[in-house]
């Protein structure tokens, strides 16, 4: 079956301008992390969801940042008031339920803020 | 604070070499660790968990919980194993993933 999909790919935008992210997670996979990559640094915890709400938001780094996932299965990352330094892959994973540590990665969408 | 250390953000290693790549974490409590690796212009993928005590394409690791390590070996490296690779761990409750900053691996001819 198909992997996690994330659209797009790139997003280039200007700052202070809105944008979407979003997150299509394994068919059936009921927990869904979302991440965000730095250059040359490791994935950093956002949020994660089990099935529609939001078990941990801890990781959003201030309220310009929002997720949802109303149907309990695609999630939109949502970013306000662009920042250059919100520059970044912003990575989707996927796992079976929050027991399952094992998380299934998306391709991630490069957002460049200029 | 929970974290994690990958000391080395370049190693290169001949073909047939042997291979380790370190990892360091501190928490307090009983971590489940993870390698997980990035090839070229691919996705980032699980390689192996402690709890599995499995060897994954001749890749494996030992939880040393006394030296709060979890380096990953090869014994003979390949030019494929040439990628991005991450050690990351949960903890307790929470079930994000919390990764080092990663270590390139070059395995060359």
């Known amino acids: 079956g198909a992997g996690v999909s994330q659209t797009p790919s790139n997003k280039v935008t200007e700052k202070g301008k809105y944008v979407e992210l979003r997150c299509d997670p394994i068919?059936?996979?009921?927990?869904l992390y979302w991440y965000r990559q730095s250059l040359g640094q490791g994935p950093e915890f956002l949020i994660y969801?089990?099935?529609?709400?939001?078990?941990?938001d801890s990781g959003l780094p201030n309220d310009r940042f929002f997720a949802v996932r109303p149907e309990g299965s695609v999630s939109t990352l949502k970013i306000q008031r662009t920042e250059r330094g919100d520059s970044a892959v912003y990575l989707c994973?996927?796992?079976?339920?929050?027991?399952?540590?094992?998380?299934?990665f998306g391709p991630g969408t490069r957002l460049t803020v200029l | 604070a929970q974290r994690v250390t990958q000391p080395e953000k370049l190693l290169s290693v001949f073909k047939g070499a042997p291979v380790e790549l370190k990892c360091n974490y501190s928490y307090s409590g009983s971590p489940e660790l993870f390698w997980y690796v990035q090839y070229s212009r691919q996705r980032l993928q699980l390689l192996l968990r402690?709890?599995s005590r499995e060897s994954i394409k001749g890749f494996t690791a030992d939880l040393n919980k006394g030296e709060t390590s979890f380096h990953l070996k090869k014994p003979f490296a390949q030019e494929e194993d040439s990628a991005m690779y991450y050690c990351a761990f949960t903890s307790g409750s929470a079930r994000q993933l919390t990764f080092g900053s990663g270590t390139q691996l070059t395995v060359l001819p």
């Open positions: 068919s059936g996979h009921t927990a």
């Open positions: 402690h709890i």
């Open positions: 994973a996927s796992s079976l339920n929050l027991g399952d540590p094992k998380q299934f």
């Open positions: 969801f089990q099935g529609t709400g939001a078990a941990d």
